[in-house]
């Protein structure tokens, strides 16, 4: 059986759909910066002409819904309104202390989990001696072969609809580290 995963990224929305033998078998899309805009609409409805956002509910646009302090803060300009940026930072600080930012948390040394897997894969074959091929000056749009999907840390063949996973490919055109963007990336994974 044939499954192909085709992930398409925008700042706007992810779409991830999975496609087995040509027909669409489960498609995600999420569109962050949509919802969070809907909120700020609302948000911004309610107070006065010419009043301020808060600080706090700006970090919640962003540290909630994704939704970036700049485009906020130029929505609010663009009707009329500011945004009290003082206090936006002061909610980031707070957050981040909170959370434990900076914190280690755990014992898993996430570090010594991906050199593991990477060691893993080269052992396999999966991935030639020098890991990931990574080409940032090609096209953006390639075939790339998903050589592990990881979830929870650890390394597995299939997940359910929701799971938050790591993907590993054998090429990209992004950094190499967590937190890249991808764009109209098309995957193929063959199953026995």
Same mark, same amino acid.
Request: no cysteine.
């Given at each position: 059986m044939q499954e192909d995963i085709l992930i398409n990224w925008s700042p706007q929305e992810t779409r991830v759909a999975i496609v087995e033998n040509g027909a669409v078998q489960e498609l995600h899309?999420?569109? !962050?910066?949509?919802?969070? *805009?809907?909120e700020l609409d609302q948000? *911004?409805?309610a107070l006065p002409a010419g009043s301020a956002l808060s600080g706090e509910r700006a970090f919640f646009l962003k540290g909630t819904l994704g939704l970036?302090?700049?485009v906020t803060r130029d929505v609010a300009q663009e009707?009329?309104? !500011?945004?009290?940026e003082a206090d936006f930072i002061e909610a980031e600080r707070l957050h981040g202390l909170a959370s434990g930012g900076d914190q280690p948390m755990g014992t898993?040394?996430?570090?010594? *989990?991906y050199s593991a897997t990477l060691t893993d894969l080269k052992?396999?074959?999966a991935l030639g001696a020098s890991g990931v091929q990574y080409d940032p000056y090609s096209s953006m749009e390639r075939d790339a072969r998903l050589v592990a999907i990881l979830h929870n840390g650890q390394a597995v063949?299939?997940?359910?609809?929701g799971d938050r996973v790591e993907v590993i490919l054998d090429q990209t055109p992004f950094y190499v580290e967590s937190?890249?963007?991808?764009?109209k990336a098309r995957h193929k994974r063959a199953h026995p």
């Amino acid at each position: 059986m044939q499954e192909d995963i085709l992930i398409n990224w925008s700042p706007q929305e992810t779409r991830v759909a999975i496609v087995e033998n040509g027909a669409v078998q489960e498609l995600h899309v999420e569109r !962050t910066l949509e919802r969070g *805009l809907v909120e700020l609409d609302q948000l *911004l409805s309610a107070l006065p002409a010419g009043s301020a956002l808060s600080g706090e509910r700006a970090f919640f646009l962003k540290g909630t819904l994704g939704l970036p302090f700049e485009v906020t803060r130029d929505v609010a300009q663009e009707r009329g309104y !500011t945004v009290n940026e003082a206090d936006f930072i002061e909610a980031e600080r707070l957050h981040g202390l909170a959370s434990g930012g900076d914190q280690p948390m755990g014992t898993i040394d996430m570090g010594e *989990l991906y050199s593991a897997t990477l060691t893993d894969l080269k052992s396999k074959g999966a991935l030639g001696a020098s890991g990931v091929q990574y080409d940032p000056y090609s096209s953006m749009e390639r075939d790339a072969r998903l050589v592990a999907i990881l979830h929870n840390g650890q390394a597995v063949d299939r997940v359910v609809v929701g799971d938050r996973v790591e993907v590993i490919l054998d090429q990209t055109p992004f950094y190499v580290e967590s937190g890249g963007k991808w764009s109209k990336a098309r995957h193929k994974r063959a199953h026995p």
